[in-house]
């Protein structure tokens, strides 16, 4: 049984940064690549980070070089360092597997909400 288990959310002033953590269990973690994923109010879930089974690392183009995703094998855990954080970040992200433009894993964790204000 597949379960993603999101945390580390929480409520940050503009610039500010926050640590995600998703443990995962139920899957072949080392063999699966993982992502970061959001989504805010009235708006589609969107990919924003993912990282490959050889630690290899993407983002979207409203992230990069704000947001790092890095994995712990040892620890089914991925991570994703939010920093210089923008009120566009407000969102509640999940993590899940990406495959062919969606999610590899049908059950999604309950996520961790994002709020980015002052």
């Known amino acids: 049984q597949v379960q993603l288990v999101e945390s580390g959310g929480g409520l940050v002033q503009p610039g500010g940064s926050l640590r995600l953590s998703c443990a995962a269990s139920?899957?072949?973690?080392?063999?699966?690549?993982m992502g970061w994923y959001r989504q805010a109010p009235g708006e589609q879930r969107e990919l924003v980070a993912t990282?490959?089974?050889?630690?290899?690392?993407n983002y979207a183009d409203s992230v990069k070089g704000r947001f790092t995703i890095s994995r712990d094998n040892a620890k089914d855990t991925v991570y994703l360092q939010m920093n210089s954080l923008k009120p566009e970040d407000t969102a509640v992200y999940y993590c899940?597997?990406?495959?062919?433009?969606?999610?590899?894993?049908?059950?999604w964790g309950q996520g961790t909400q994002v709020s980015v204000s002052s």
């Open positions: 139920g899957i072949l973690f080392t063999i699966s690549n």
């Open positions: 899940n597997s990406p495959y062919k433009g969606g999610a590899l894993f049908a059950s």
């Open positions: 990282v490959t089974v050889d630690d290899t690392t």
